[in-house]
Each structure stands twice: as structure tokens, then as C-alpha cells.
T-cell receptor, first 116, second 114 residues
Framework: TQLLEQSPQFLSIQEGENLTVYCNSSSVFSSLQWYRQEPGEGPVLLVTVVTGGEVKKLKRLTFQFGDARKDSSLHITAAQPGDTGLYLCAGELWVVYGGSQGNLIFGKGTKLSVKP | DSGVTQTPKHLITATGQRVTLRCSPRSGDLSVYWYQQSLDQGLQFLIQYYNGEERAKGNILERFSAQQFPDLHSELNLSSLELGDSALYFC?????????????FGPGTRLTVT
């Protein structure tokens, strides 16, 4: 069972459309990060959210962390071909005792294709 | 460019062999993390070092080991290689320990075991 479930797994849309990618879990996370990965390259950090209910905007990308810190969403407005890639969410599990260690749990990703 | 370097970029070897992957973290970063990415499992955390000491272990096989040196670079050693070890291996670094010290990933080493 995947600790972080991402949906959809694949998304193919036309340029100019809006889309939302979801990242869900039954576990609480102390922080959650979104990455974008190109084929054959390492993931590139887009944003980190740490507070329940937090909303962060990065140009046409809007990230939201759920109030209970168990889920997150990424919304892209007016998608462009340059947005094509694998979008990964990654969470750091909340550990009551001992503090967090920083190692991330990754979802399997959403492969986005934006056609001109 | 994340500032994290990994060598080699590609590695092809035979089953039963041993290889060493190398990672240099971003300047000033004390934490190094190793991840394995395969098509069916996605990105899996292997092990973390902080300032030379092992801090956390994930799904790392006993055939695999790692260390972080005084200059903070890290090496991941994979031995008795099997076909299933073929994957992309990523190193990431961060300033501190906690997750909100953001992790920056290197370009990865693609390991192919034949």
C-alpha cells in the first residue's frame, strides 16, 4: 500500500486548460513538498508547505496543504507545453517523539502531458 | 542546476558485481539522502547521513551500504548486484535535519545490471 496516493497517474490535456493533481494519505505530515521531474533528471523542488490549510502560489501553480496535513493539491491554470513532466508529492512523516528526520515519502507521481 | 553532483551518470555492470556511487552535496549542506527510483516502485528512500553520521534508514537492502566522509561527500556501495537493482539512484542534500530544510536532488546515476 502506497503511503501517499497521487491521482491521476496520467493526464493529457490541451494547452490553456486547467488541471488539478491530488496527493492523499491517511497519515499526518509535518511538511509536504512538490517536485517536477524531467525524464532522466533529478526531481526539482517546486514548493514546500508546512502549515495546515496553507496555500502557496508560484505563477500559474497553486499549492494547497490540507487542514489536517494529510493531503495536498496542485492546481495549474492555463497549462502550457512547458509544464509537461512528472509531478511528485513527497511528505515528511510527523513523528511525535524524537523529532523529524527529514527523509521523504514519495507518491508515484502524475505524468502530465500538455499538447500545443 | 541544484548544486548537488553525482558520479557516474551511467553505470553498466554484471550481476554479482559491486559498484560505488558518489555524491557531493550543495555547499554548506550537512544532510545527504539516498533514494532509488524504479518504474514500479517510484522514488524510495534508502538512507540518510547528517554530518558524517547515519541518521535514518529506509528500504535499504543489506547488500547496500553508504557512508558520509569528513568533507561531507557520500558514497553508496551496492554489492552482489542483481537484475532488480537496475534503477536510477538519486542523492539529495539539505541544510539540516527536518523536512522543511528543503531537499535538493542531484541528476542521478542510472545503474543497469545485465
Amino acid at each position: 500500500t502506497q503511503l501517499l496516493e497521487q491521482s491521476p497517474q496520467f493526464l493529457s490535456i490541451q494547452e490553456g486548460e486547467n488541471l488539478t493533481v491530488y496527493c492523499n494519505s491517511s497519515s499526518v505530515f509535518s511538511s509536504l513538498q512538490w517536485y517536477r521531474q524531467e525524464p532522466g533528471e533529478g526531481p526539482v523542488l517546486l514548493v514546500t508547505v508546512v502549515t495546515g490549510g496553507e496555500v502557496k502560489k508560484l505563477k500559474r501553480l497553486t499549492f494547497q496543504f490540507g487542514d489536517a496535513r494529510k493531503d495536498s493539491s496542485l492546481h495549474i491554470t492555463a497549462a502550457q507545453p512547458g509544464d509537461t513532466g512528472l509531478y511528485l508529492c513527497a511528505g515528511e512523516l510527523w513523528v511525535v517523539y524524537g523529532g523529524s528526520q527529514g527523509n521523504l515519502i514519495f507518491g508515484k507521481g502524475t505524468k502530465l502531458s500538455v499538447k500545443p | 542546476d541544484s548544486g548537488v553532483t553525482q558520479t557516474p551518470k551511467h553505470l553498466i555492470t554484471a550481476t554479482g558485481q559491486r559498484v560505488t556511487l558518489r555524491c557531493s552535496p550543495r555547499s554548506g549542506d550537512l544532510s545527504v539522502y539516498w533514494y532509488q527510483q524504479s518504474l514500479d516502485q517510484g522514488l524510495q528512500f534508502l538512507i540518510q547521513y547528517y554530518n558524517g553520521e547515519e541518521r535514518a534508514k529506509g528500504n535499504i537492502l543489506e547488500r547496500f551500504s553508504a557512508q558520509q566522509f569528513p568533507d561531507l561527500h557520500s558514497e553508496l556501495n551496492l554489492s552482489s548486484l542483481e537484475l532488480g537493482d537496475s534503477a536510477l539512484y538519486f542523492c539529495a542534500s539539505s541544510t539540516g535535519l527536518a523536512g522543511f530544510y528543503e531537499q535538493y536532488f542531484g541528476p542521478g546515476t542510472r545503474l543497469t545490471v545485465t
